[in-house]
């Protein structure tokens, strides 16, 4: 790529970005990763991504794992590594080993957020990062004739101490580690606190970084986005997925279910994943949520800004009429749009003719990144839902260069005669646009 090349991409990605820079500004996210992300030898660049969003002024819990290094610990040791259903069994051995990776781990996080010299990422930051007993635990006790000794589960998060934390604006680290009224340690899952701080503080993210690969379907592609029914209804399916990734969208969903807006998954070994999924449109892992992250609707009066901007490069190369913002502002009762995580990615309307047997498909479009996924055909179904509503016997098309696409649709060629009167008189001889029909419920 040139130099010229380089800074137009820049300047473009920069540009998109704005909204997302927007959106997050003062937003609580809880960013989750296990012991794994901190061994690595790139850990560091995720550090200086969380000095990013810290920059730009994200409110943001770090809880971290510390797996790999308590099991280094334990073998260094001559102790026993127990796991029962997927959790360790701490005795006493174990604990002392767990309370010194912790440690260790939570300083490493500390020195590295601690950085600023002048050639790192980080100059100047100065950011501050505070820990400490902001979780409360309780031992998981004797399961299935099992005892767990030191190993625990949350029982409360210090939501109050962690907002005076963040108000002042400092990074919250949460280890995985809880303490009780009585003064004991016990050893948690960095996950489950990730989850209960999460929905505790009503976070706006929570962020998982795994260590599988990107969540994908049959056909390889990424699974951007899943609703709870969808990401509910892929764990029952007999597809056969990672132990990581099961687990990691039955977190995802236990925390949309306790109030958390959205979660999002995404493998930590993709250089700047976290970036590309909070600052793109389609990011780089999948996002669960319990909201429409997509969605066709009625238009309102505050789409016409996104559905001109939708429009406008259809309208230089004359696929579509113009239309001006007070003719939108005044039609937009006539519109569906088509809505991704607050931007308008296609749109149409519907007008009814004089005599209301016959409506114009009107100003149909798909923006260039979204095309070739079923929208377009979303849209006219829509379309031609709403003109039986109204009874509306049959639609026409005027259109110069899209013709093929209605006509694999069931539209038919037809002539200028068959419009009605006023659209007749109206037709722009100019444009020479061809006219098809459909009559509805085809």
Not at 308 to 323: A, F, H, N, S, T
């Amino acid at each position: 790529m040139s130099k010229k090349d380089w800074k137009k991409h820049f300047v473009e990605g920069f540009r998109q970005s704005a909204p997302y820079i927007n959106a997050h500004r003062d937003c609580t996210f809880v960013l989750a990763f296990g012991g794994d992300a901190v061994a690595d030898s790139r850990f560091a660049d995720l550090v200086h991504d969380i000095a990013l969003l810290h920059s730009l002024g994200i409110r943001l819990v770090l809880v971290h794992g510390a797996r790999p290094q308590i099991e280094t610990r334990l073998r260094a040791r001559g102790a026993r590594l127990e796991y029962a259903g997927g959790l360790r069994v701490t005795d006493d051995a174990a604990l002392e080993c767990v309370k010194e990776a912790a440690g260790t781990v939570r300083v490493e996080i500390e020195a590295l957020l601690s950085m600023g010299l002048a050639n790192t990422p980080m100059a100047g930051a100065r950011i501050g990062a505070s820990s400490g007993n902001f979780v409360t635990a309780r031992p998981l006790g004797v399961r299935d004739g099992i005892d767990y000794c030191h190993t625990g589960e949350v029982r409360r998060i210090d939501r109050t101490a962690i907002r005076q934390h963040l108000d002042n604006r400092r990074i919250v680290l949460l280890s995985p580690l809880g303490y009780s009224p009585t003064g004991e340690v016990f050893n948690l899952s960095a996950e489950e606190i990730a989850v209960a701080a999460a929905s505790d503080l009503q976070a706006d993210k929570l962020i998982l970084l795994t260590e599988e690969a990107d969540l994908r379907d049959g056909r390889r592609q990424l699974i951007s986005q899943l609703s709870l029914p969808e990401a509910t209804k892929l764990l029952q399916s007999r597809r056969k997925l990672p132990e990581d990734t099961v687990r990691h969208l039955q977190l995802a969903i236990q925390a949309c279910r306790k109030g958390v807006r959205r979660t999002h998954i995404v493998s930590r070994r993709k250089d700047g994943a976290v970036l590309l999924e909070l600052f793109t449109r389609d990011g780089s892992g999948t996002l669960i949520t319990a909201e429409i992250y997509e969605g066709l609707r009625e238009a309102v009066i505050d789409d016409v800004g996104g559905i001109l901007e939708l429009i406008k490069p259809l309208e230089e190369q004359g696929v579509l009429v113009r239309r001006s913002r007070e003719r939108l502002e005044m039609e937009i009762d006539h519109f569906l749009v088509i809505e991704r995580d607050g931007t308008i990615i296609a749109c149409a309307a519907l007008y009814p003719s004089g005599d209301r047997r016959q409506g114009e498909l009107a100003c149909l479009a798909v923006h260039p990144d979204y095309r070739n996924a079923g929208r377009g055909d979303a849209l006219l179904a829509a379309i031609e839902e709403r003109a039986a509503g109204m009874e509306i016997e049959r639609l026409f098309v005027l259109t110069t260069q899209t013709a093929h696409w209605f006509r694999e649709r069931g539209f038919v060629p037809g002539e200028l005669k068959q419009l009605p009167g006023k659209k007749k008189s109206l037709y722009n001889y100019q444009r020479n646009s061809k006219v098809y029909f459909k009559t509805t419920g085809d």
